[in-house]
């Protein structure tokens, strides 16, 4: 599976190709009716891709991608940092879960171009050029493939970061990448006290206030 995320004035567009150990092509694109980031557009061309790829019952799946940034934070090699991204790659990793083989390997863009996927495709694969090509799908996406519900817990956003501070606890069922983050962003905290502090770029501590002292 070759997939492939595109901004620009126009909007925001995602293309996959699927390709068969027979060598039969499946094409398909979508638009992406909603504002987002490319890192995010790539992300989403991905998850459609898988998201078909369970549909047809596919077992084995090798997945291409031509951004290294994705490709190393679904492995796990790279730290999720971007808030935004974290619920696509845990998304993608429970996508996988529904693949008895699948591997994510960085491709360069070259490679990639979806323009010229299909005149590639014999270059980068063992295939027979008389492939079957089947038409190409071409769909709209008028929300994001995940969408986070953020539940109000009423506690301050700072609480997770006072509490490692404190005691070195992490957040109940917190994965690695999580706990990882909250150790980096304690570094920029300071607790006096019962009083949590913030360092700002010029090293001035501001005071941490929940909704309550606000």
Same mark, same amino acid.
């Given at each position: 599976m070759l997939f492939d995320g595109a901004s620009n004035e126009l909007g925001h567009g995602i293309e996959v190709v699927l390709i068969s150990p027979e060598g039969k092509v499946f094409p398909l694109t979508a638009k992406l009716c909603f504002e987002c980031t490319h890192n995010i557009a790539e992300y989403e061309a991905c998850i459609l891709g898988l998201q078909v790829a369970c549909d047809m019952s596919i077992? %084995?799946?090798k997945v291409l991608g031509d951004l290294m940034l994705v490709i190393h934070q679904? @492995? /796990?090699?790279?730290? $999720? &940092?971007?808030?935004?991204?974290?619920?696509?790659?845990?998304?993608? $990793?429970k996508l996988s879960q529904n693949f008895? @083989? !699948?591997? +994510?390997d960085h491709v360069p863009r070259k490679d990639n171009r979806m323009a010229d996927a299909l005149a590639t495709l014999p270059v980068m694969f063992d295939l027979n050029l /008389? +492939?079957?090509?089947? #038409?190409?799908?071409? $769909? @709209? &996406?008028?929300? #994001?493939?995940?969408?986070?519900?953020? &539940?109000?817990?009423?506690k301050p956003s700072y609480f997770d !970061?006072?509490?490692? !501070? %404190?005691?070195r606890e992490y957040p109940y @069922?917190?994965?690695?990448? /999580?706990?990882r983050t909250i150790r980096r962003l304690a570094?920029?905290?300071f607790l006096s006290g019962k009083v949590l502090y913030k360092r700002n770029h010029d090293m001035v501590l501001l005071r941490c206030?929940?909704?309550?002292e606000a």
């Amino acid at each position: 599976m070759l997939f492939d995320g595109a901004s620009n004035e126009l909007g925001h567009g995602i293309e996959v190709v699927l390709i068969s150990p027979e060598g039969k092509v499946f094409p398909l694109t979508a638009k992406l009716c909603f504002e987002c980031t490319h890192n995010i557009a790539e992300y989403e061309a991905c998850i459609l891709g898988l998201q078909v790829a369970c549909d047809m019952s596919i077992k %084995k799946l090798k997945v291409l991608g031509d951004l290294m940034l994705v490709i190393h934070q679904v @492995k /796990e090699e790279w730290e $999720t &940092r971007d808030a935004k991204l974290v619920p696509y790659s845990h998304y993608v $990793t429970k996508l996988s879960q529904n693949f008895e @083989k !699948i591997s +994510f390997d960085h491709v360069p863009r070259k490679d990639n171009r979806m323009a010229d996927a299909l005149a590639t495709l014999p270059v980068m694969f063992d295939l027979n050029l /008389e +492939f079957e090509l089947h #038409p190409i799908q071409i $769909t @709209k &996406r008028d929300v #994001p493939a995940y969408c986070m519900n953020v &539940r109000n817990d009423n506690k301050p956003s700072y609480f997770d !970061i006072k509490q490692y !501070i %404190k005691y070195r606890e992490y957040p109940y @069922k917190a994965s690695e990448n /999580e706990k990882r983050t909250i150790r980096r962003l304690a570094m920029n905290f300071f607790l006096s006290g019962k009083v949590l502090y913030k360092r700002n770029h010029d090293m001035v501590l501001l005071r941490c206030v929940d909704e309550e002292e606000a």
